[in-house]
């Protein structure tokens, strides 16, 4: 099992499993966000708080609907909204503290037709001069 929170962890969701890639998506609404999109299917993301405390933005045909905390405002998930039932089949994988990005594999997807992505390494890894967290433990959503 893995969880995801935004910031305030108001809104909470689980999924069984860790995605094994994710998806960068540059058009124009998901690079505004800067998501890292991990899909699933219906009924394999359950939501464990924060039902009902999300802002919800539905993009032009208003089949997707973006959800973002109304509190801290972190975009966390997307709804299909489908005839039969909506269910979430995007969930921000940057929500989820406990995944290792060295253990997923990044596809880009270019949507914007551009061939721009901000999702690359161009040198080292600058140290932090934010104090240290510690590690995400068993009960810690952030």
């Given at each position: 099992?893995?969880?995801?929170?935004?910031?305030?962890?108001?809104?909470?969701?689980?999924?069984?499993?860790?995605?094994?890639?994710?998806?960068?998506?540059?058009?124009?609404?998901?690079?505004?966000?800067?998501?890292?999109?991990?899909?699933?299917?219906?009924?394999?993301?359950?939501?464990?708080?924060?039902?009902?405390?999300?802002?919800?933005?539905?993009?032009?045909?208003?089949?997707?609907?973006?959800?973002?905390?109304?509190?801290?405002?972190?975009?966390?998930?997307f709804?299909?909204?489908?005839?039969?039932?909506?269910?979430?089949c995007?969930?921000?994988?940057?929500?989820?503290?406990?995944?290792?990005?060295?253990?997923?594999?990044?596809?880009?997807?270019?949507?914007?037709?551009?061939?721009?992505?901000?999702?690359?390494?161009?040198?080292?890894?600058?140290?932090?001069?934010?104090?240290?967290?510690?590690?995400?433990?068993?009960?810690?959503?952030?």
């Amino acid at each position: 099992m893995i969880r995801a929170s935004c910031h305030c962890t108001a809104i909470r969701l689980e999924v069984d499993e860790a995605p094994s890639w994710v998806n960068d998506c540059n058009c124009t609404l998901c690079r505004r966000y800067g998501a890292l999109w991990a899909y699933y299917e219906p009924g394999e993301v359950q939501v464990i708080a924060g039902d009902g405390a999300t802002d919800v933005y539905r993009w032009e045909s208003e089949m997707l609907a973006f959800h973002r905390c109304q509190v801290c405002g972190c975009v966390t998930h997307f709804e299909v909204l489908a005839d039969d039932a909506p269910f979430i089949c995007g969930v921000n994988a940057r929500m989820m503290p406990a995944l290792d990005p060295a253990d997923v594999r990044i596809q880009q997807k270019n949507n914007s037709h551009s061939g721009f992505f901000w999702t690359r390494v161009d040198g080292p890894i600058v140290a932090s001069g934010h104090p240290k967290m510690s590690p995400p433990g068993p009960d810690d959503w952030r």
